[in-house]
């Protein structure tokens, strides 16, 4: 492969990037003088943009077929290209959340670090190689710290920054050492090539070396993904982030890092799964390997991650900690067999991210309004925004769970994907029963939130208006995920066939 | 070489314990910038000369200098930035702890391979070529990458002036 | 096509929810157009139902999601076909009885239809996905319903009694997933699942741990002791239609999935577990009555009779004969209607006229409304088991049945209809009759019974009247589907 063709298929982060620098320059050079919202939104028509070029080049992408660039560092096939238009979705609606009030007098920054964060993000999914996938979690995380540090005038913004900063340099550390490690154990950074080496060397899977790697480099993704024990930075990025901001790193960076994730788990190292079984009756099985680590992390997370919520009175926190509580159940469908696995995954965090953004698009459109992003701020807004609050039900009952709305299925898919396994034995029973009841718990919270939204007395006050900007994505968003609630099918198909396609 | 191996790992780690444990900033910095030479050792020991000169120059040289200016430019008291936060270390700790008992675990149960020693040629030729041709996507992100810290950086830093 | 119904309540409530807020009667008359087209189309199917050819009619079978092997399959049999005749009625008299409500009107009828709808769709589901994705549909209205519009700790007893719900359908959520890997064909068909059930696909040691799960997953929403107490709280915090369907039909919902899923594919299961499940049925019945007699509040009688008579359901249920399980499905619908009705008297036509339901303050109300006085007697009388109504042929079948298997429970269960009357006389006595002249003033200005409170009780009391006098009615359509499943029993374990 020569440098043109690589260019081409690099287009569209190439058309990414260039957005981002011509956002940086025309901030500088041409609008210095205008004022911050009307340069807000010429940005974020600039954005929209470049997204939507981008776009258009992934799509034509589609019909190319699929490439493989240098042992995995750029794999251009259906599954990757979805998710990069996934990815840009998720950013573009990201955009029309911050279109109507600047999250900052920094208005070309911002955008230019949103589509940084995009690029890390497409980069990431795009990937099969170890490096690459290092690089483009830096690329990401850094612009991500950065955007949640970006409301300087907030104390609150900068605690979140500097804590999301900290960890996250603790665990690159991790993840650059694990991946290290496994470099050393199996002589590749690509993971087919990795997945290669199991085939020959039986002992392979229970090299001390490659576990200690595989350690490592969980306790890296783990901070990305935000899971027990290493999730401490979200309820304060959340929370100190502006709420655009926030559903940004909740959704976004959520989907680039469990998709990562789990290539680098079931493409990769897949034989080191080891086991952590408990079958009937009773019989507890567990054998040294990544599964062991999922299993007690996804444990945690949802235990941890449900009952934290119950006790959180800002919307931003609980919405952090059921993120990781919903992190927790991903992990389950990780022991599935590996297509059915994969699919569950890939379903549910598209569903996710697609839901949790709606959910801290309502915060966006309602925070400033009602005086803050506290749970009790927002009592009774019925009666002021109507309409918002059936999309903030629609959201929430989907995040618990309730059908006929796609988070439903999800979850449903999730757990039968992790029975899957093992199935007469149902040795992974012990798991999906966690989930399932804390599941019913994490109703309870869900439930409260929508208690102060709509049963609340009406709140004083005339009604809300809502910029179109805001109220035209989450709408599309409440219809996508009812939609495919009561036909999950369209959804899998398109998976299971852009699967059969790597 | 097995005893030289030995000998520079073991002054790094040891250094390295001491830039945590050390409460003057600027000692730390310096005891770091010792780290740094004892590891550009054990690049040389794997005949990674140009690894080994670019640890020296960038890290102990450049990073290492700039480090050293910021901490005389901020005028930090020693005293006031070295609080002991019992909880905090005991939690770390354990934590840390942890990660042994997993090590150990890991180790206990399985053998060690014998690996073949790896054979490459870590000149600054063949480096710069794998740059540009297998890595270059890596390393251009790395240089996007740069950007974003670059803005980053200079946004936050910045006085807000109204 | 049965299914209209589902489909005929969801674009009720799609169609109020799209329409001005301002606009409250047109709002209710679309609901209760909505719910009387939905009966007569239940109505017309039940007299379309071919009794001689029995099993599943007016189905229908769509691919869904292959990917779980869920469809779209719906159907009736005699089982199911009552309650969903039971969910028509309830559901007309329900917003009749709702006429009254002025807050929030839109939202009220648009979350009561999808209810309905919901719970339509657990009636007619031939697959378990479906059935609990109906199942959990229903729930959440149920929330909002009765935090919004209900009385005395509504917060309360709505959040408890969505809790218990989804505990119970997380069990359930379990051993679906559990009977879909360990029967191996990777369904959820009903219909499948049962040939395979009798095919043995189930080992014993999995139904033995399945069916409890499934059993009582579903029960707690059918008011098994000890996990009812979700039920009279959260009875007496509903808004009178509220109390209606939850008694009247969605407390059906659990006896009817645990008959649905659990006994009828794992009787292996029941097989083994008859006793103790007979042993906790018996016991609602006798502690429902008992608690019934001393509650001071008038609502809170009605919800504890409520345990007891879903004792005798349960009680029935697990009886494994034709009589008893007939018994149990027509109590079910005599329960839904007379239950409905007593809810209706008391939170409607009392407590929305005096605004107390303690007995102690009520009393001599017989003056004020004779009306609400002889529907109460009728009514009560008649869950009790009053000869001519629909309570009298079911119970008398329960107790048949019970008595062939379980003797002494029988004779237990006896003493609790017995109860009944007692309380049901004691509760009377006490908001009714008492004549002291102190009363006579008090109520004397009390607004008079309006027309849609009229026309919904006559229809609840001819419904039991009609099943009381010509129960073949019912019974004929039920024991279609009873006998040829309890006699496949028998021929599977070889008795």
């Keep these: 492969m020569n440098y043109t063709s690589l260019f081409g298929y690099l287009l569209g982060e190439v058309v990414l990037t260039a957005a981002a620098f011509v956002i940086l320059i025309a901030d500088v050079m041409c609008h210095r003088k205008d004022d911050v919202g009307a340069r807000n939104q010429r940005m974020a028509w600039w954005t929209l943009t470049g997204l939507f070029l981008a776009a258009v080049v992934y799509a034509i992408q589609f019909a190319q077929g699929n490439a493989n660039f240098a042992d995995g560092t750029l794999v251009i096939n259906p599954l990757n290209l979805f998710f990069k238009e996934v990815i840009l979705v998720i950013t573009a609606i990201t955009v029309f959340f911050s279109m109507e009030e600047p999250v900052s007098k920094h208005v070309g920054e911002y955008y230019a670090m949103i589509l940084f964060a995009a690029i890390g993000m497409a980069f990431l999914v795009t990937s099969e190689n170890l490096l690459m996938i290092f690089v483009s979690i830096e690329l990401l995380s850094l612009s991500l710290y950065a955007l949640v540090g970006f409301q300087k005038q907030i104390l609150r913004s900068a605690e979140g920054a500097m804590k999301y900063f900290a960890f996250g340099a603790v665990s690159a550390a991790f993840l650059l050492f694990g991946l290290s490690y496994i470099y050393g154990a199996t002589n590749s ?109 996804a444990f945690i997370s ?98 618990a769970g309730i059908p006929p709305l796609a988070g439903f299925f999800g979850k449903f ?90 | 070489m097995n005893l030289l191996f030995y000998i520079f790992s073991g002054l790094m780690l040891l250094c390295a314990a001491l830039v945590v444990a050390n409460r003057h900033p600027v000692t730390s910095a310096m005891l770091l910038i010792l780290v740094f030479f004892f590891m550009a050792g054990l690049f040389v020991l794997l005949e990674a000369f140009f690894l080994a000169v670019i640890q020296v120059l960038v890290y102990a040289g450049a990073v290492m200098v700039l480090f050293l200016f910021v901490m005389m430019l901020l005028d930090i008291r020693s005293s006031q930035i070295r609080r002991q936060n019992a909880p905090a270390m005991l939690a770390g700790l354990s934590v840390g702890f942890a990660f042994w008992v997993e090590f150990w675990l890991i180790l206990r149960h399985s053998a060690l391979p014998v690996g073949a020693p790896m054979n490459f040629d870590a000149g600054i030729r063949p480096i710069g070529k794998l740059l540009f041709s297998e890595f270059v996507l890596p390393f251009e992100i790395t240089s996007l990458l740069l950007l974003a810290a670059l803005v980053g950086v200079v946004l936050l830093s910045q006085k807000e002036t109204r | 096509m049965l299914t209209l119904t589902i489909w005929i309540s969801f674009l009720g409530a799609a169609a109020i929810a799209l329409m001005p807020a301002q606009n409250k009667h047109a709002i209710r008359w679309t609901a209760l157009g909505t719910a009387s087209l939905a009966l007569l189309v239940a109505i017309v199917h039940y007299f379309k139902y071919d009794i001689p050819k029995a099993g599943f009619q ?107 719900s989804l505990v119970g359908s997380s069990m359930v959520f379990i051993g679906m997933l559990a009977m879909f890997f360990v029967s191996g064909a990777k369904t959820f068909d009903i219909v499948q699942l049962r040939q395979m059930s009798e095919a043995g696909v189930f080992p014993a040691y999995f139904q033995l741990w399945a069916f409890p799960l499934i059993f009582v997953g579903f029960g707690i929403l059918g008011g098994l002791v000890p996990f009812h107490t979700w039920a009279p709280t959260g009875h ?42 007979a042993l906790l049925a018996v016991i609602g019945i006798v502690y429902g009555a008992l608690i019934a007699f001393v509650q001071k509040d008038f609502k809170f009688v009605i919800g504890y009779s409520s345990v007891s008579h879903m004792g005798f359901v349960l009680l029935g249920l697990v009886t494994l004969n034709v009589i008893g399980l007939s018994g149990a499905i027509l109590q079910m619908f005599s329960h839904g209607i007379l239950s409905g009705l007593l809810f209706a008297v008391v939170g409607r036509l009392v407590y929305d006229r005096t605004h107390t339901r303690q007995l102690a303050d009520l009393g001599g109300l017989y003056k004020a409304i004779p009306f609400a006085a002889v529907v109460f007697f009728i009514a009560g009388f008649a869950s009790a088991g009053l000869p001519g109504f629909s309570g009298f042929v079911a119970e008398l079948q329960i107790l048949i049945g019970s008595w062939k298997a379980f003797p002494a429970f ?62 073949g009615i019912m019974t004929d359509l039920i024991d279609s589907a009873a006998v040829p499943f309890i006699q496949n029993l028998f021929i599977q374990s070889g008795h």
């Design chain 3, 58 to 164: 007016f189905g229908f079978d769509a691919p869904w999601i292959p990917q779980i092997g869920a469809g779209f399959h719906f159907g009736v049999d005699g089982f199911s076909l009552p309650l969903v005749l039971l969910t028509g009625i309830i559901a007309v008299t329900g917003i009749l009885y709702s006429w009254n409500i002025e807050d929030r009107v839109k939202e009220f009828f648009t979350l009561f239809l999808v209810l309905i709808g919901g719970v339509y769709g657990v009636f007619q589901a031939l697959d378990i996905f479906l059935i609990f994705l109906f199942y959990e549909i229903a729930i959440i209205p149920k929330y909002f319903i009765i935090a919004i519009w209900g009385s005395t700790r509504k917060e309360y007893g709505a959040m408890k009694l969505v809790l218990y």
């Design chain 3, 236 to 277: 007496v915090a509903a808004p009178t239609a509220a109390s209606m369907l939850l008694a009247g039909v969605v407390m059906k919902l659990g006896t009817y999935g645990a008959l649905r899923v659990g006994i009828y594919l794992m009787p292996d299961g029941l097989a083994a577990w008859k006793w103790p499940v």
């Design chain 1, 413 to 502: 898919y999730l757990f039968a994907a992790g029975l899957a396994a093992d199935q007469m034995q149902l040795g992974y029973l012990w798991l999906v029963i966690t989930a399932i009841l804390m599941s019913a718990v994490s109703f309870y919270y869900y439930l409260q939130v929508l208690r102060v939204f709509y049963v609340n007395p009406a709140s004083r006050g005339g009604p809300i208006s809502i910029c179109p900007c805001q109220r035209w994505p989450m709408t599309v968003i409440a219809l996508i995920i009812f939609l495919i609630g009561w036909y999950p099918t369209a959804l899998l198909d398109w998976i299971q066939g852009f699967l059969q396609r790597v």
């Design chain 3, 410 to 471: 029988a004779v237990v269960a006896g003493f609790g209809i017995v109860m009944t009357f007692v309380y049901i006389l004691r509760a009377m006595h006490a908001a009714f009759i008492g004549d002291s002249e102190q009363d006579a003033e008090k109520w004397k200005k009390l607004p008079p019974i309006t027309w849609p409170e009229k026309v919904a009780s006559i229809l609840l009391i001819g419904c039991s009247l009609v099943v009381g006098i010509y129960p």
């Design chain 1, 189 to 297: 950074l690509s993971l087919p090539a990795i997945a290669e080496t199991f085939k020959g060397d039986p002992l392979m899977a229970r090299s001390p070396v490659l576990l200690i790697g595989i350690l490592f480099t969980l306790v890296g993704f783990g901070f990305k993904i935000a899971v027990v024990p290493f999730h401490l930075w979200a309820p304060d990025a959340y929370e100190g982030a502006a709420a655009p901001v926030a559903g940004f790193v909740a959704s976004g960076s959520k989907v680039a890092s469990f998709v990562a994730l789990t290539k680098f788990l079931l493409l990769g190292v897949a034989p080191a799964a080891g086991a952590a079984t408990i079958s009937f009756p009773f019989t507890p099985h567990f054998t040294p390997g990544w599964a062991p680590v999922i299993a007690l992390m």
């Design chain 1, 302 to 399: 949802m235990v941890w991650g449900n009952l934290a919520a119950i006790t959180q009175t800002n919307l931003k926190r609980l919405l952090a900690y059921s993120s990781v509580a919903h992190a927790g159940y991903i992990l389950v469908a990780l022991f599935g067999a590996k297509a059915w696995g994969q699919t569950a995954i890939y379903f549910y965090i598209i569903v996710y991210a697609l839901t949790n953004l709606g959910a801290f698009g309502v915060v966006t459109a309602l925070a400033n309004k009602v005086g803050g992003d506290d749970i009790r701020c927002f009592a009774g807004v019925w009666r002021r925004a109507p309409g918002l609050t059936v999309l903030m039900m629609i959201f929430m009952l989907s995040l």
